[in-house]
């Protein structure tokens, strides 16, 4: 387990919180798109917050090189944001993510450094300047026509998920049959890195991660999104909590299903059954899932029932 992922894990097991040099530390988690692969990546990062918006700096520690996370903001502004709250349990928020400029970014620079000068320290290791990112959170109840767009989206990315799922399963029939290069719609605004020069099994091995990956951030994604539902649809709790735990449900299969992948590299018939059995035990329930989701949810968000 690298450094990260025990802060990352830390933070979940103790709403927000964290010790050693973190310690007191404003922290967030943030996910993002690979701007590349699609695949989810979760980052902690020190916050400001200032109204209903969160802060994040791109700073990494004054490297020449901007963070990955936002190198991926910037080739897609969703974000899943966690944060401790209250209830004394991290709870994540669907975020839409604005690299400030001018003024409003030196002023708060300007109030993170006076906070924590170690970042004056990071800007005067590097000539690039560090990014300012204001994370908003989705606000359903300001625009009914933003619901109905959110209530669009979800049925549009059902759609590219049960298209992604058809081709696997009709690759992983005759893998010569896999295509170059993969990608969902919902996992990256970039396609997959290309394929070229790739075997078969290799190509088919892509083409299932770039499915899994793309699963995963729509999963990711929708349960921020959840946590707006519950604040302006109170009714629909006790639904979102069985999605929720279908997401986990899905997530542990997945996260199996991609250590198959990376024990049968060389696209043997026998190891080509093994995934199609594995891939077809993960996603057995996606399509009653998906089907649950939009007759209990695509109502409120069309603005059907109150």
Known sequence: MGWNDQI?????????????MFEGVPLVLITTAGVRSGKPHTTPVVCLREGGRVV?????????????????????????????????????YSTRAVVLQGEERDRLWERQCALDPAFRAYQEKTERQIPVIALHPLDLSADPARTRLVGEQL????RDLRAELARLRA??????SAPASASVST???ASAPASEGLGPAAQLRRHCLAFCYGLQLH????????????RVYPHLVPVITRLRAEHAVV??????????????????????????AELERVVAD?????????????????????
Do not use: C
């Open 8 to 20: 990352i894990n830390e933070f979940r097991e103790n709403n927000g919180r964290v010790g050693g």
């Open 56 to 92: 994040v700096f791109g700073s990494n520690m004054g490297k020449d090189r901007h963070p990955d996370w936002y190198r991926n903001i910037l080739g897609t502004a969703q974000v899943t944001l966690e944060t401790g709250t209250e209830e004394g349990r991290v709870r994540s």
């Open 155 to 158: 049925l549009a990315h059902h």
């Open 171 to 176: 690759s992983l029939l005759d893998p010569a």
């Open 187 to 189: 996992s990256a605004s």
């Open 219 to 230: 999963h990711t994604r929708e349960d921020g999104a959840f946590t707006e539902f519950e």
């Open 251 to 276: 997530e542990q299969g997945l996260r199996e299903f991609e250590e198959l992948l990376d024990a049968a590299p060389s696209g043997a018939d026998g190891e080509v059954g093994s995934v199609r």
């Open 286 to 306: 996606l399509e009653q899932h998906f089907a649950y989701e939009e007759e209990q949810l695509l109502p409120a968000l069309r603005g059907d029932v109150g």
